[in-house]
């Protein structure tokens, strides 16, 4: 159980572009989700945490208009990174949050690599 | 804000020796996990902790707790190469995890 997708696994998108990537709870419902950014040989830096039927929160110099979290239902939320430059391509990884029972833990998505050219 | 300091950032270490990787953090937190990361992929959940003193193993994996010290290690017993990765601790503040640099693992024979 408690299994978190994400789509598409990897993206290659113009430079100028704007791309999607969704993060779904396919067992679960997730009252939250958290998006991660992670660029080579370095850490997790957390992106934004949403709340199903909410604003999303985003972490200090994070673009809320750059990079737009939607969480509308308990089990989808997708970034959708706008007018994408190089310095975007990184991978972004989701992680989902339950209610009930599974509230401790973060269940994280497979990730997405996405490369502007 | 809770910040996380992970060491070594690198070891390179030969088969079948033994080795320990620390986590230090800088405030009170309620819980501690431990991923280890291969390249290319996403976190593997490897040891949630959630109180002092607690301990748990794994295969050749140990972690554990020390609240009042902020710290939390990772034991590696007579390691082998299928442990190259990375590992990550992540104490956290509220619901929010914050992640350490991260020990880039290399065991070699």
């Known amino acids: 159980g408690a299994v978190v997708s994400q789509h598409p696994s990897r993206v290659i998108c113009k430079s100028g572009t704007s791309v999607k990537i969704e993060c779904r709870s396919l067992?679960?419902?997730?009252?939250?989700m958290f998006w991660y950014r992670q660029f080579p040989k370095q850490s997790l830096m957390l992106m934004a945490t949403?709340?199903?039927?909410?604003?999303?929160?985003?972490e200090q110099g994070v673009e809320k208009d750059k990079f737009l979290i939607n969480h509308a239902s308990l089990t989808l939320s997708t970034l959708t990174v706008t007018s994408a430059h190089p310095e975007d391509s990184s991978f972004y990884i989701c992680s989902a949050r339950g209610a009930r029972g599974l509230s401790y833990e973060q269940y994280f998505g497979p990730g997405t690599r996405l490369t502007v050219t | 804000e809770l910040k996380v300091e992970q060491n070594p950032l690198f070891l390179s270490m030969q088969e079948g020796k033994n080795y320990t990787i620390y986590c230090n953090y800088s405030t009170t937190s309620d819980r501690l996990y431990w991923y280890r990361q291969d390249p290319g992929k996403s976190l593997e959940s490897l040891f949630v902790l959630l109180s002092n003193g607690a301990v748990k193993q794994e295969g050749r994996l140990m972690a554990s707790l020390d609240t009042k010290a902020r710290l939390s290690t990772l034991h590696i017993t007579a390691a082998v190469h299928d442990l190259s990765a990375t590992y990550f601790c992540a104490p956290t503040s509220g619901y929010a995890l914050n992640f350490g640099k991260g020990t880039s693992l290399l065991v070699t024979p």
């Open positions: 949403s709340n199903e039927g909410s604003k999303a929160t985003y």
């Open positions: 067992d679960f419902q997730a009252t939250t």
